[in-house]
């Protein structure tokens, strides 16, 4: 079955950095979206950033110019590094997977948790 395994997360001081790592298996990694998404305390899960199986890459405006998605095709993994970090950064952070053919995200790691002090 497919596993998303994410790492990297922490507490960190504002203006700080941390990159956040998701490790896959059980699907065709090569040919999947890979996204970030994110939910804090009472809010909704937010979407930050994609990067498609041909290399595309999205970023929502709150993340774009601090965060940078990237992914190793041999190592079956995608990042995130994330720079400037502020105190609304706080969260949980999520990796996801899609088939490329398919819209919606279908495979979700278990979390890891970004604490960002003022």
């Known amino acids: 079955q497919v596993q998303l395994v994410e790492s990297g997360g922490g507490l960190v001081q504002a203006g700080g950095s941390l990159r956040l790592s998701c490790a896959a298996s059980?699907?065709?990694?090569?040919?999947?979206?890979m996204g970030w998404f994110r939910q804090a305390p009472g809010k909704e899960r937010e979407f930050l950033a994609l990067?498609?199986?041909?290399?595309?890459?999205y970023y929502v405006d709150s993340v774009k110019g601090r965060f940078t998605i990237s992914r190793d095709k041999a190592k079956n993994s995608v990042y995130l590094q994330m720079d400037s970090l502020k105190p609304e950064d706080t969260a949980v952070y999520y990796c996801?997977?899609?088939?490329?053919?398919?819209?919606?995200?279908?495979?979700w790691g278990q979390g890891t948790q970004v604490t960002v002090s003022s």
């Open positions: 996801a997977a899609r088939r490329r053919t398919v819209n919606e995200f279908e495979y």
């Open positions: 059980g699907l065709t990694f090569s040919s999947a979206d």
């Open positions: 990067i498609r199986w041909s290399g595309y890459i």
